[in-house]
C-alpha cells in the first residue's frame, strides 16, 4: 500500500469517526428555531425515519439523483444496482496538468463543470451549472483519455461515487477531486443564487465559496 493510501485510509476512518460521533451526539430532541419552535428535521428519503444534519448519501443511478439516508438504509442499500454510495475522499490537485486545447475538447460551454465515470453510461459524464440546474453532457472518450494520459491520478476516479471539479473562472484555475453529493451540493447553491442572465452572486461568491471549503478540508496534492 503506498504512502497515500494510506493517508486516504487514515481520512475515510476519522470521518467515520466523525459521523459516529456526531450520531451519539444528535439525541433525540430537535434544534429550537428563534420563534421557539422545533426545526424541521430531515428524513431519509428512503424509509423516512429522521436523520442528523451529517447524514450519509447515496446516488440512484438511473436518475443520477442524491438520495438522503440514514444509517440503517445506507448499510443495507449500498450494494443494491440501483443505488451506489457517495464517495468519501476530497483530494485537491494543485499541479493537474489541464491545458486549453485539451479543455476546448471537452466542449463544455462555461468554465465550471464536474466530471464523472457513469456506469449507467459506461462512459464519462459533464455537468456544469444552469439557472435551471445541472446539464449534463458526454464527454468525448478520446479528450478524457488525454486528460487521464496527462494526470494518471484521474484514471482512479471511483465511478458513480466522486468527480473532477475544475473551476477555470479562477486565476490560478481550480481543480479537486470531490465526493458526488458535494458536487450536487455545489449545483444546488448555484441554482438559488443565480441573478439575471449572467448569474451574479452565484458565479462570483458562491463559487469561490465551495471551492474554499473544500480547500480546507482537502489533503492536498502537489
Known amino acids: 500500500m503506498s504512502r497515500l ?8 476512518r476519522a470521518e467515520t469517526l466523525a459521523r459516529i460521533r456526531t450520531l451519539a451526539q444528535s439525541g433525540a430532541g430537535s434544534r429550537p428555531v428563534p420563534d421557539g419552535r422545533p426545526a424541521a428535521q430531515e428524513r431519509c428519503d428512503l424509509c423516512r425515519t429522521t436523520v442528523p444534519d451529517d447524514h450519509r448519501h447515496l446516488l440512484q443511478l438511473s436518475e443520477r439523483r442524491i438520495v438522503c ?3 440503517a438504509c445506507w448499510a443495507l442499500r449500498s450494494g443494491d444496482a440501483e443505488y451506489r454510495p457517495t464517495g468519501m475522499r476530497t483530494l ?15 466542449q463544455i460551454p462555461i ?5 464523472m465515470r457513469s456506469s449507467v453510461s459506461d462512459g464519462m459524464v459533464a455537468f ?12 468525448s472518450l478520446e479528450a478524457w483519455a488525454s486528460l ?16 473532477l471539479v475544475v473551476n477555470r473562472l ?44 473544500m480547500r480546507a478540508r482537502a489533503l492536498v496534492l502537489r
Open 5 to 12: 493510501d494510506d493517508i486516504v485510509t487514515a481520512r475515510r
Open 69 to 71: 439516508v440514514c444509517e
Open 92 to 106: 485537491w490537485l494543485e499541479q493537474l496538468e489541464f491545458d486549453d486545447e485539451t479543455w476546448g475538447a471537452m
Open 111 to 115: 468554465g465550471l463543470a464536474f466530471m
Open 128 to 139: 456544469y451549472p444552469s439557472p435551471a440546474g445541472a446539464t449534463e453532457s458526454e464527454l
Open 148 to 163: 487521464v494520459a496527462l494526470n494518471p491520478i484521474l484514471a482512479e476516479l471511483e465511478a458513480d461515487a466522486e468527480a
Open 170 to 213: 479562477a486565476e490560478p484555475h481550480q481543480h479537486v477531486i470531490a465526493p458526488i453529493d458535494d458536487c450536487y451540493a455545489l449545483v444546488g447553491l448555484i441554482k438559488s443564487r443565480w441573478e439575471g442572465i449572467s448569474g451574479g452572486a452565484a458565479l462570483e461568491q458562491a463559487v469561490p465559496e465551495f471551492f474554499d471549503a
